[in-house]
Nanobody
Framework: QVQLVESGGGSVQAGGSLRLSCAPS????????MGWFRQAPGKEREGVAA????????FVADSVKGRFTISQDNAKNTLYLQMNSLKPEDTAMYYC??????????????????WGQGTQVTVSS
């Protein structure tokens, strides 16, 4: 089993920044991919970034490219999402996810088995 604990959400004004953290525990050695997803009310869960953990290979979705950066701590395997130039449309519940299998689509929620509890990000105009 893998457990994921997220933190770092909050309320900011448009143009501001936040950094989200996801701390994995349990059988973390089995994780192959981790990702960040977001979901606003009435909308489908959207993948925004992913990390191939073995190689620390980052991926960022086109919708947030140039503003968001994904990274992972080498010592504790904590996953981060640095969010800059935030816009009101970034407002959502943000979730950390992990897969112990290779994924066919990095940004498809159903590829990931393990999920964090979510952390709310609210961006005001």
């Amino acid at each position: 089993q893998v457990q994921l604990v997220e933190s770092g959400g909050g309320s900011v004004q448009a143009g501001g920044s936040l950094r989200l953290s996801c701390a994995p525990s349990g059988y973390t050695y089995s994780i192959k991919f981790m990702g960040w997803f977001r979901q606003a009310p009435g909308k489908e869960r959207e993948g925004v970034a992913a990390m191939q953990t073995e190689y620390r290979r980052p991926f960022v979705a086109d919708s947030v490219k140039g503003r968001f950066t994904i990274s992972q701590d080498n010592a504790k395997n904590t996953l981060y999402l640095q969010m800059n130039s935030l816009k009101p449309e970034d407002t959502a519940m943000y979730y950390c996810a992990a897969s112990v299998l290779d994924v066919a689509n990095l940004y498809r929620a159903s590829e990931y088995k393990y999920w964090g509890q979510g952390t709310q990000v609210t961006v005001s105009s």
